[in-house]
T-cell receptor
Framework: GENVEQHPSTLSVQEGDSAVIKCTYS??????FPWYKQELGKGPQLIID?????GEKKDQRIAVTLNKTAKHFSLHITETQPEDSAVYFC???????????FGPGTSLSVIP | EAGVAQSPRYKIIEKRQSVAFWCNPI?????LYWYQQILGQGPKLLIQ????????DSQLPKDRFSAERLKGVDSTLKIQPAKLEDSAVYLC?????????????FGDGTRLSIL
């Protein structure tokens, strides 16, 4: 089955700096790659997603890049703010009834 | 639009007791998911419904877990009997359908503690 790895597991950045989180996957047939943000005591919230026919997608300070050949994709957050502090999960899907497999998560801390 | 509603928010029980969780998805969403999220890990899919039919329950421990989605709207997840390793947050999510990688919308979960 699909195996999703995520790095780093924890990340601390100064406010205003950029943060990058990378995910790798194993099933070359996967074609849907969402990113979720989870704040303490809340459920995961979709922040951006990308499909395999696109190499990059941007939404204000958030961008995702996809390299299907290498089977990895990355989340880029620019001009980080304290409210960006949360756990971020990548997920991989598209091969079976919208089922997605989540990565283990990255805890991002933005230091004011 | 109203989000995914879950109750209760917290539940504490002793091992071998039973417990049930309830989920009301976003109106019009045909697909409903139950996930288990152990502390420090990503959500793991337990069961997926399309309307009131089961699409995937391959990761559901069927000797103790059961779920139903009567009338294709609300859903309940039950654990009987509970084990210590069931301590986790149980998340419900919904999406429009499963045909085209529709985004999943999550509720805030039920935090279950087993004593």
């Amino acid at each position: 089955g699909e195996n999703v790895e995520q790095h780093p597991s924890t990340l601390s950045v100064q406010e205003g700096d950029s943060a990058v989180i990378k995910c790798t996957y194993s099933d070359s047939a996967s074609n849907y790659f969402p990113w979720y943000k989870q704040e303490l005591g809340k459920g995961p919230q979709l922040i951006i997603d990308i499909r395999s026919n696109v190499g990059e997608k941007k939404d204000q300070r958030i961008a995702v890049t996809l390299n299907k050949t290498a089977k990895h994709f990355s989340l880029h957050i620019t001009e980080t703010q304290p409210e960006d502090s949360a756990v971020y999960f990548c997920a991989v899907g598209g091969t079976s009834y919208d089922k997605v497999i989540f990565g283990p998560g990255t805890s991002l801390s933005v230091i004011p | 639009e109203a989000g995914v509603a879950q109750s209760p928010r917290y539940k504490i029980i002793e091992k071998r007791q039973s417990v049930a969780f309830w989920c009301n998805p976003i109106s019009g969403h045909a697909t409903l998911y139950w996930y288990q999220q152990i502390l420090g890990q990503g959500p793991k899919l337990l069961i997926q419904f399309q309307n009131n039919g089961v699409v995937d329950d391959s990761q559901l421990p069927k000797d103790r877990f059961s779920a139903e989605r009567l009338k294709g709207v609300d859903s309940t997840l039950k654990i009987q009997p509970a084990k210590l390793e069931d301590s986790a947050v149980y998340l419900c999510a919904s999406s429009l359908d499963f045909y085209s990688n529709q985004p999943q919308h999550f509720g805030d979960g039920t935090r279950l503690s087993i004593l």
